[in-house]
């Protein structure tokens, strides 16, 4: 069945430095890839997406990138910030399926100081 | 612009008994979808709404059902509650463009 595997579960980085989430998808007629953000209490908040039609997709200091042959996509932050701390979920879904999404099991990220 | 709404934020439910969630979509959306999120994991689709029907389902027995009313928003129902079905139920609402808006989710606890 359809899948999303996501690594690592856990990263620490200090701040200022980079971070890297990456996750292979099974489906492969997915062709949306969005990424969100999990803050504790809260519903997870898109922060980028991206469609099979591209390979990379720049806003700020996130960055994702897509690489359809493989059927592996990563989130890139730069310059990370104690605010960037919090659960980052990848999802996968075809358009033509109504954009059900099949969510990874999520990386805990944590900046440090 | 109000996001998407859910209610209650948190309740406590015991074993058998039967549970409502209500939702309200972000303005000018007219599809909902419900999701399930186990502590520690990843939210897991259970079914969405478009037009006041059910348009897909996920792998989520009949006791899970949903509703959807002419202004767009939308129940979730769950009867003959199991422990199992501790969790966050994350509301998310889309319009065309598929970008899904979710809510601060209801969490339910099941003794």
């Known amino acids: 069945g359809e899948n999303v595997e996501q690594h690592p579960s856990t990263l620490s980085v200090q701040e200022g430095d980079s971070a890297v989430i990456k996750c292979t998808y099974s489906?492969?007629?997915?062709?949306?890839f969005p990424w969100y953000k999990q803050e504790l209490g809260k519903g997870p908040q898109l922060i980028i997406d991206?469609?099979?039609?591209?390979g990379e997709k720049k806003d700020q200091r996130i960055a994702v990138t897509l690489n359809k042959t493989a059927k592996h996509f990563s989130l890139h932050i730069t310059e990370t910030q104690p605010e960037d701390s919090a659960v980052y979920f990848c999802?996968?879904?075809?358009?033509?399926?109504?954009?059900?999404?099949?969510f990874g099991s999520g990386t805990r990220l944590l900046v440090r100081p | 612009d109000a996001g998407v709404t859910q209610s209650p934020t948190h309740l406590i439910k015991t074993r058998g008994q039967q549970v409502t969630l209500r939702c309200s979509p972000k303005?000018?959306?007219?599809?909902v979808s419900w999701y399930q999120q186990a502590l520690g994991q990843g939210p897991q689709f259970i079914f969405q709404y478009y037009e006041e029907e059910e348009r897909q389902r996920g792998n989520f027995p009949d006791r899970f059902s949903g509703h959807q009313f002419p202004n767009y928003s939308s129940e979730l129902n769950v009867n003959a509650l199991l422990l199992g079905d501790s969790a966050l139920y994350l509301c998310?609402?889309?319009?065309?463009?598929?970008?899904?808006?979710f809510g601060e989710g209801s969490r339910l606890t099941v003794l």
């Open positions: 998310a609402s889309s319009w065309n463009t598929g970008e899904l808006f």
């Open positions: 489906d492969s007629a997915s062709n949306y």
């Open positions: 999802a996968a879904s075809r358009v033509d399926s109504s954009y059900k999404l099949i």
């Open positions: 303005s000018g959306h007219d599809t």
């Open positions: 991206i469609r099979s039609n591209v």
